[in-house]
Structures are given as structure tokens and as C-alpha cells.
């Protein structure tokens, strides 16, 4: 899942070598924290949050359990 969520994050940010994502489990699930460039921040979170609802919606979809992707 993790790879999952790397690669969808590397192929909407203009510098892909940045991307860091961190998995932490909690009672609820998993929360999957992405680390983007500055730069990039605007473009893996889309204009009113679309890009990212959208990458949090495939990951609810594929996940086995409850899980979620944050952006910091």
C-alpha cells in the first residue's frame, strides 16, 4: 500500500526524487504521511483538495483496512 501511495504522489509532483512517505499504524488504521517539496505541496494537494481526495479515495478502495493519506 505504501508503494501505492509513493507512486501515485511521485507522478503528480514536479520533483519525484522528494517524495517520502511514512507509514503509522493506529487503532483506527493506517495513516500514510507524505513529504513533498514546498514546491510541490500545491500540486499533491490540487485545487479545493481534489488531487488528494482522490489519491485518499484509491487508497480507501484498495486498502484491506481502514487507511488514510495525510500531507505535510
Do not use: N
Amino acid at each position: 500500500m505504501r508503494d501505492l501511495v509513493e507512486y501515485l504522489a511521485k507522478s503528480v509532483v514536479d520533483h519525484p526524487e522528494r517524495v517520502r512517505v511514512e507509514e503509522q499504524r493506529t487503532r483506527d488504521g493506517v495513516v500514510y504521511l507524505v513529504s513533498v517539496d514546498p514546491e510541490d505541496k500545491g500540486r499533491i494537494i490540487g485545487r479545493q483538495g481534489r488531487v488528494i481526495e482522490a489519491i485518499r479515495t484509491l487508497v480507501r478502495a484498495y486498502a484491506k483496512r481502514r487507511a488514510t493519506v495525510e500531507v505535510r
